[in-house]
């Protein structure tokens, strides 16, 4: 069984940073790409960023490139994300995910965690 576990989110205030975690188990984790997407309350998921299996490169939503780093440790079994010169349209539930596709605008991440809340707030 898949299972994906986030950490890390929390209150920041604009400018700030935080760091996100995903430790995933139930798969051979250093085959998969791995993303993070995210959700505000009454929107459809926004894709974040996807990592590629292995050394595989990195890439970013035009929102966040500059600003957040995406990084995996294949011997740790963990994701994470450093959100850096955060915004507060940042503000959203984050999820790690596995298999994630886009359509256009439409993400399926239908293998994803329980996400971690990110608040950017004065």
């Known amino acids: 069984e898949v299972q994906l576990l986030e950490s890390g989110g929390g209150l920041a205030e604009p400018g700030g940073s935080l760091r996100l975690s995903c430790t995933a188990s139930?798969?051979?984790?250093?085959?998969?790409?791995m993303s993070w997407v995210r959700q505000t309350p009454g929107k459809g998921l926004e894709w974040v960023s996807t990592?590629?299996?292995?050394?595989?490169?990195?890439s970013y939503a035009d929102s966040v490139k500059g600003r957040f780093t995406l990084n995996r440790d294949d011997a740790k079994n963990t994701l994470s994300l450093e959100l850096n010169s955060l915004k507060i349209v940042d503000t959203a539930m984050y999820y790690c995910?596995?298999?994630?596709?886009?359509?256009?605008?439409?993400?399926?991440?239908?293998?994803r965690g329980q996400g971690t809340q990110v608040t950017v707030s004065l």
């Open positions: 995910g596995k298999d994630v596709q886009t359509v256009g605008t439409v993400v399926n991440a239908s293998q």
């Open positions: 139930g798969f051979t984790f250093a085959r998969y790409p």
């Open positions: 990592i590629g299996a292995g050394r595989g490169t990195e």
